[in-house]
């Protein structure tokens, strides 16, 4: 079954405490994505990968670190969480034909919580 | 800059009540325009993909139609399956990035 399978799915952490949320996929796709998602301001993508090795800022990432080592794998880092990245984080994985996007298929979420 | 809107935020409809959301944008020049369906707690599912102006795709009860400046789903004769929250975004031609609105909530009552 194709899918994007995050992990963990809650998470309660304290300030400055490191954190990784993982995310894996095994649909080959080279596009790989992290998105936050908070009331009223819908999804804004954070890290994104065009493939292995490449990686590149979306539009919130501050305080966050990415990694694509392996094309199936892109797991978010936080290295000093912070009370204001408490929020739903959710992976997505897609096909990427000549720069045009298909189909994502995201991931069930991760809700993180920083005290 | 890119930007999407979505209208309205909310929307409640009854049975069988048909309707449409909008997604206006903004990009210089779109690569693709897209529509998910999110569930409460749940990640996004996809419904369709719109590359240019003038195309349409269906899928039972939801319609999508793309011009240059917005897009429409149309949904005829909802059922109450059909309550989720449905967004929006467009790549556009310029970057590798998506870009999200902030959605639509369908309430459908029976």
């Known amino acids: 079954e194709a899918q994007v399978t995050q992990n963990p799915r809650y998470l309660i952490t304290v300030t400055g405490k490191k954190l990784t949320v993982t995310c894996s996929q095994n649909?080959?796709?080279?596009?790989m994505s992290w998105y936050r998602q908070d009331p009223g301001l819908g999804l804004r993508q954070i890290y994104y990968?065009?493939?292995?090795?490449?990686?590149d800022k979306g539009d919130v990432p501050e305080g966050y670190k990415v990694s694509r080592k392996e094309k199936r794998n892109f797991p978010l880092i936080l290295e000093s969480p912070s009370p204001n990245q408490t929020s739903l984080y959710f992976c997505?994985?897609?096909?990427?034909?000549?720069?045009?996007?298909?189909?994502?298929?995201f991931g069930q979420g991760t809700r993180l919580t920083v005290v | 800059e890119d930007q999407v809107t979505q209208s309205p935020e909310a929307l409640r409809l009854q049975e069988g009540e048909s309707s449409s959301l909008n997604c206006s944008y903004t990009?210089?020049?779109?690569?693709?325009l897209f529509w998910y369906r999110q569930d409460p707690g749940k990640g996004p599912e996809f419904l369709f993909t719109?590359?240019?102006a003038g195309e349409e795709k269906e899928k039972e009860r939801l319609k999508a139609t793309l011009t240059k400046k917005e897009s429409f789903l149309h949904i005829t004769a909802p059922k109450p399956e059909d309550s989720a929250t449905y967004l929006c975004?467009?790549?556009?031609?310029?970057?590798?990035?998506?870009?999200f609105g902030t959605g639509t909530r369908l309430q459908v009552f029976p």
């Open positions: 719109l590359y240019s």
């Open positions: 975004a467009v790549q556009g031609r310029n970057t590798d990035k998506l870009i």
């Open positions: 649909m080959n796709h080279e596009y």
């Open positions: 990968s065009m493939n292995v090795e490449v990686t």
């Open positions: 997505a994985s897609s096909l990427n034909r000549d720069r045009r996007y298909t189909e994502a298929f």
């Open positions: 990009v210089s020049g779109l690569r693709g």
